[in-house]
């Protein structure tokens, strides 16, 4: 027998048939988006096309089929109105559009903006299926993921079938898949899809991960959220952002569209739980507040609702001691590494939030052996050690190294570092990452992450020149290699029994992105692979 797989289950999500374009007509206006309509070429009234037979949205040209609204959002590297014509050639019904295009006879409809305008359409299509479970968004520049996959699995271990959308994996009516897209939150049709395919499967309640981008560029706009989770907020993507206010703002709208109720199966209070230890504590818990939502906090904070008492740690576990409302606790977990304190914690308060059994939550997470990318050990014999992480970030690298540092001690070994940064991206944060790992690591080797179309030896300059600053010599105790395979390579050749080498910032993913498109990367497998031509296993 076949096994069913996420693509079989996204494919019988797909509605059939073809829907009246004067539902979405109908939105657009109650929102006020809507500001005209052309048809023939010549403006007319939007209720004259509100005949007009829809089989899909899509705001990928190349994805249209006959009867499909395409709607043109402006992107990085292309704007969505150019394609206007190809989508038309290629069978489309009609397009959404910000400014009309007169040259291409297609029915019209002129909004404001066209990316909140393609969350509205892709909700309308796939008939808002985010009313139909119970919805838990999670944010934040790092822990997203593993707190995520906790989530997961306390809900499921308290009875709740439970989906999943996120960096390292979809989960849709309890299968499980990696995600090999480079996207945490995708577009909002891909997006409406995942959770109408969840409903379709069982599953009562979603876990999304939700990211900066997809709040700024209104992916998760038509979506239903009951519970907000902040984890943690530090510097990242302020190459979309422009600056760090603006980044900390479109993480609050998160918490913001906590004020958007509707009637569901399952009716969990609207509440928004922050990390108090976050400088940003204040802010996140004010805009649930003022969104009508309750609010729980978690972490070392002592006016935290879930407070961590006492944490021990070693090499394979953490167990931490905690008060909730619910009464003291203590849960053991599998995952090392002491910044999952704080993630754990995030899903105690999520429990207590939404009535879980505390005991089915302990459980749940005890129950995690490991979350894909994410301090995920390497070992095949080899007298040092190997730590596949996905940290990405300045703060994220500086608290694994940090994490890895005494256990390097302990062993009578150091720290051999070996990341890249992503181009395309925000460049503030290379020399910084160059930096944190010159001041902790040994040996800092630099080398590609997902150059995109940017000069790969633009990046690693600017990361080795922070490397530079913290004392770093190339050739010496700094090496700049492209190439990620040969900087595996020659990390491993130079490690030292009892040393950890880190390898950040690709983790699950399964591809290096660079100008030519996509190339297959396993950073697990690339590791074991390189040890074996060294000798080991």
Known sequence: MTRRTIADLLAAAEPAGTVALGGLVERLTAERRLRGA?????????????????????????????????????????????????????GAAAAVVDHA????????????????????????????????????GITGTDGKTTTAFLAVAALEAAGIRTGMTGTAATRIGGLQEANVAHATTPEAPALQRAIRAMVAAGDEAAVIETTSHGLALARVDAIAYDVAILTNLTHEHLELHGTWESYRDAK???FERLAHRVAKPRP???????????????????????????????????????????????????????????GSATVDLRLVGRFNVHNALAVVALGEAVGLDPGAVREGLAGVPVVPGRMERVELGQPFGVIVDFAHSPASLQVVLDLLAPLAA?????LVAVFGSAGERDTAKRPVMGRIAGERARIVVVTDEDPRGEDRHTILDAIARGAEA??????HDLLVIADRRAALEAAFERARPGDIVLLAGKGHEQAIIGPDGSMPWDERGEAEAALRRAGFG
């Open 268 to 326: 969990w209070p609207a509440t928004g739980i922050v990390n108090a230890d976050d400088p940003s504590a204040g802010a996140f818990a004010g805009v649930a507040q003022e969104a009508g939502a309750r609010v729980l906090t978690y972490g070392t904070d002592p006016a935290a609702d879930v407070r961590a008492t006492r944490v021990e740690e070693d090499r394979h576990r953490l167990r931490i001691a905690y008060d909730a409302p619910s």
């Open 470 to 475: 913290a004392g770093k010599r190339r050739d």
């Open 252 to 254: 609050l709208r998160l």
């Open 38 to 90: 052309r048809r023939d070429g010549r403006p007319i009234g939007p209720a004259g096309l509100a005949a007009v037979p829809i089989t899909g949205v899509t705001e990928d040209s190349r994805e249209v089929r006959d009867g499909s609204l395409f709607v043109a959002i402006p992107g990085f590297h292309a704007d969505g109105h150019d394609f206007v014509a190809a989508a038309a050639r290629q």
């Open 101 to 136: 295009i007169p040259e291409v006879d297609l029915p019209q409809l002129v909004v404001d903006d066209t990316r909140p305008a393609l969350a509205t359409a892709a909700a309308w299509r796939y008939d808002d299926p985010s009313h139909g479970l119970a919805v838990v």
């Open 410 to 414: 302990s062993g009578g070994g150091g």
